[in-house]
């Protein structure tokens, strides 16, 4: 996406003095806008997303040309998941080609042990209040005890003293791929046992159907209606400070 702006237009006619200022005042002004957008993406995330981790917040970046050009993107630097804020909110823009979500490792590593197929997804349901959550979606440590715990036989952790296998807890996926009980009058997903306590579904399982994300993130209008709205400003500031 390119936008460009005409300087007359936004701050009206430039004196003789304003126009030999300009090509500076300019830079300096584009810098200064790159750095606004910059944050206005961060805060338009906080506003628009249920939950918002600081490394989605801080993603959105700026690069200076040096002269009258500005890029601001999102970053594709991945994070300890190896999950870019690009490849993430991507699906989340209007200019989307699909609006797919982005397979989640968790899913992933379930396929690569033979539990789901590859058309099934595993979700972030969470029926039970006291299944562990960190800002509101599911703990990373409960992820990693439910992917060891379902490569165990019976579905144990080795780790007694884990926290997740404490009470006897066990945990088992319908369907599990790998065996011929399939528990077919629960629904799919993972569930945790506890001695003695009917099954709990901790995760949901979408089969046949890919998990689709709603518009939220209007990335090309923020960067389009901000600039808009803080270039004439900012403008009018940086010709002012060059011509003390």
């Known amino acids: 996406m390119a936008i460009t702006f005409d300087a007359e237009k936004l701050i009206g006619r430039l004196n003789i003095l304003e126009s030999a200022q300009f090509q500076y005042a300019g830079s300096q ?7 606004e957008l910059r ?21 959105p970046y ?15 630097q991945g994070d300890d998941k190896g999950q870019s804020p690009a490849s ?19 899913t992933k590593g ?11 997804w595993a979700l972030n349901w969470l ?15 409960l992820l990693q005890a439910l992917m060891t715990a379902l490569g165990q036989s019976g579905g144990r952790l080795a780790n007694p003293r884990s926290k997740y296998a404490q009470g006897g807890q066990r945990y088992f996926s319908v369907p599990d ?26 995760m949901g399982y979408l089969q046949n159907r890919e998990p689709v994300v709603p518009v939220k993130f209007r990335f090309e209008d923020i960067v389009r209606e901000r600039s808009q ?8 500031a940086e010709l002012a400070r060059a011509l003390r």
């Open 29 to 35: 002004a584009m810098k200064r806008l790159g750095f």
């Open 62 to 76: 700026y690069r200076h040309d040096g002269g009258l050009g500005v890029s601001i993107g999102i970053s594709t």
């Open 39 to 59: 944050s206005e993406l961060g805060r338009n995330m906080v506003a628009s997303f249920n939950r918002t981790a600081q490394f989605t917040v801080n993603s």
């Open 229 to 236: 709205v803080l270039l004439p400003g900012l403008l009018r």
């Open 110 to 120: 379930l396929r690569k042990k033979g539990i789901i197929d590859d058309k099934t």
């Open 177 to 202: 791929l790998r065996s011929s009980r399939q528990n077919r009058h629960l629904a799919p997903g993972i569930y945790r046992v506890k001695s003695g306590e009917r099954p709990t579904r901790l």
């Open 127 to 141: 029926p039970d209040p006291g299944t562990p959550t960190r800002n509101g979606s599911t703990d990373p440590g």
């Open 88 to 106: 993430y909110l991507y699906p989340l823009t209007p200019g989307a080609e699909s609006r797919a979500a982005l397979t989640t490792r968790f």
